[in-house]
Every structure is written in structure tokens, then in C-alpha cells.
């Protein structure tokens, strides 16, 4: 009797199982912050990753409302990995001093999805201080972060490590070159986007083709 009335209430509500995204297996759920200080660090990051030949994807243009945290998750789960760099994560300047939260979240997402799906996602912690994540998150004590130490070719160094690929994989100073090379066309990427803000959705697309066309043009 309790059975029949649990499986008639469910079909009230209607509650059918959410069927997972596909999984895109060069696909990079890239989980950083947006700001100025961090501009040059996040063009590593899209320099880096396209270099190895992944495909950096991040919530830039997903918009709020109810609906954002379940279209945050939707991207997690498409990706094969995922980045959440932490070195960002103290008080902000701005009044009223607030703790940046949206990194250790989205990191705890991406957690739970690999500990129910360990087959489907692989994420990497980075940081810029060695022991601070000891400190910062002490759940997470065991996991060794990629430390970065704020600089670009130490992210570039990093991601090299996170990602051992078969077969040839480019090194620090080829990466650097790239970046070089995708900077001097930043201003132009800005201008038909239309934007001051580097970190819009349509930036962030074109910055991926520019990388991927600099890196291709260079291995013909």
C-alpha cells in the first residue's frame, strides 16, 4: 500500500532521472577567478591548455538565476577534467571585505561528481603557495596542489605535469612563445568583441581560437 502511494505521488510530481551530459574527453572545466590582477595568469591557462591539446571551457556567460547552479554542474560533468586554481580565494578589497567562496564551491562540485563518477571526471587543485591548501582546506590534506607560484610559467609548468599526454607534448618555452604571440593580439580580439572586459564569453571563445590557430600555424 505505502508503495503504491509513494509511486503515485512521484508520478504527480513527475520526477524523472536527469540523464548526464556526453562527455567531452579533451574538454577542461577551467574553475578561476576574474579579475585584473589574475588576467595574465588566465591567458596561461588558455594558452597552456590549448597547447596540450584540450579544450579549456568555463562559466563565463552562463547567467544567474535559479537555473545557474544547475548549469554550472551540466559543464562539470561534460568535461573530462577540471582545473580549480585557489590561489584567489582570500578577502576581497572591495567593501565589505568578503572571502572569494565560488572557486571552493565549484571545486566541491566537481569532488563529488568524480567520487560518484570516477570514470567520467579527473580534477586538479592549483595553488601559488606551497601549504596553503593545508591550511586553507584542511579536508582536502593528501592531495598534493600543482603550485604555480603566481607566475606564467609556472602554470604552464604545472599543466604540463597535470597532464602527461602520449606521444610528443610541447615544453614551457613553446608555450611561452604562444603566449607571446596570442598577446599581441589581444587588444584586437577586445576591439571586435567590443569590450573592455577580458573576461566576457565572447573574449573568452575568441582567445581559444586565436591559441589553437597560433599553436596549429607553428606545427605545419
Not at 33 to 40: C, E, H, I, Q, T
Not at 125 to 145: A, C, F, I, Y
Not at 171 to 194: F, W
Request: proline share 8%; aromatic share 8%.
Amino acid at each position: 500500500m505505502k508503495t503504491g502511494r509513494l509511486s503515485e505521488r512521484r508520478n504527480r510530481l513527475d520526477l524523472k532521472p536527469m540523464p548526464f551530459p556526453p562527455v567531452t574527453q579533451n574538454a577542461v572545466f577551467l574553475n578561476i577567478p576574474y579579475d585584473d590582477r589574475f588576467r595574465r595568469l588566465y591567458l596561461a591557462y588558455i594558452v597552456g591548455l590549448t597547447e596540450l591539446g584540450l579544450e579549456p571551457r568555463a562559466t563565463l556567460g552562463i547567467p544567474g538565476g535559479e537555473r545557474r547552479l544547475d548549469r554550472i554542474l551540466e559543464l562539470i560533468q561534460s568535461c573530462r577534467y577540471s582545473i580549480h586554481d585557489l590561489s584567489r580565494i582570500e578577502l576581497d578589497r572591495k567593501p565589505p571585505p568578503t572571502p572569494r567562496f565560488n572557486m571552493p564551491l565549484e571545486l566541491g562540485m566537481s569532488l563529488t561528481w568524480q567520487r560518484l563518477n570516477p570514470a567520467r571526471h579527473t580534477w586538479f587543485v592549483l595553488e601559488s603557495e606551497h601549504r596553503r591548501l593545508q591550511k586553507s582546506m584542511s579536508d582536502l590534506n593528501g592531495t598534493d596542489p600543482n603550485v604555480h607560484g603566481g607566475t606564467i610559467e609556472g602554470v604552464m609548468r604545472e599543466l604540463c605535469n597535470a597532464f602527461v599526454r602520449k606521444g610528443p607534448q610541447p615544453g614551457v618555452p613553446q608555450m611561452l612563445e604562444t603566449y607571446r604571440k596570442v598577446r599581441q593580439q589581444l587588444d584586437d580580439v577586445m576591439k571586435v568583441a567590443g569590450t573592455t572586459n577580458l573576461f566576457e564569453a565572447r573574449v573568452f571563445k575568441d582567445l581559444c581560437f586565436v591559441a589553437r590557430a597560433v599553436a596549429s600555424s607553428r606545427s605545419r
